[in-house]
Nanobody, 121 residues
Framework: QVHLQESGGGSVQAGGSLRLSCEFS????????VGWLRQRPGKEREFVAV????????FYPDPVEGRFTISRDNANNKIYLQMDRLIPEDTAVYYC??????????????WGPGTQVTVFS
C-alpha cells in the first residue's frame, strides 16, 4: 500500500520561502507521476505542480508559475516543492499526490494527509 507523508509546512511572512517535502513508500516510486495540490480556505482543491516520471516535464498553473518549483529524488523516493515569494493567497493545506504512470499502476492515485502553509502579511 502506497503511503505519502508531507513535511515542511508552517507560517511565513509574505515574500518568504518554504520548502515542502513528501516521502513515498509502499511501491516503486518511478512507476508514478508526482505532484502537489492545495486547498485554500473555502476553495476546492487545485493542483499547483506536476512532474512526470517519463520525461521530467513540469507543469504549473499561472498563479504559481515562476514562484514554485517541483522536483523529485528518485533515489530517495521523495518529492519537493520549493515555494518562493509567497503571498497570503498561498495559504492552504498542501498535499502531495502520486498517479500511476505505467500499465501496472494505471488508475492508481494516492494522497498524503496534507501540511498547512500559512502566509501572513
Amino acid at each position: 500500500q502506497v503511503h505519502l507523508q508531507e513535511s515542511g509546512g508552517g507560517s511565513v511572512q509574505a515574500g518568504g520561502s518554504l520548502r515542502l517535502s513528501c516521502e513515498f513508500s509502499g511501491d516503486t516510486f518511478t512507476d508514478y507521476n508526482v505532484g502537489w495540490l492545495r486547498q485554500r480556505p473555502g476553495k476546492e482543491r487545485e493542483f499547483v505542480a506536476v512532474i512526470t516520471q517519463t520525461t521530467g516535464t513540469k507543469f504549473y498553473p499561472d498563479p504559481v508559475e515562476g514562484r514554485f518549483t517541483i522536483s523529485r529524488d528518485n533515489a530517495n523516493n521523495k518529492i519537493y516543492l520549493q515555494m518562493d515569494r509567497l503571498i497570503p493567497e498561498d495559504t492552504a493545506v498542501y498535499y502531495c499526490n502520486v498517479e500511476g504512470s505505467v500499465r501496472r499502476t494505471q488508475g492508481r492515485n494516492y494522497w498524503g494527509p496534507g501540511t498547512q502553509v500559512t502566509v501572513f502579511s
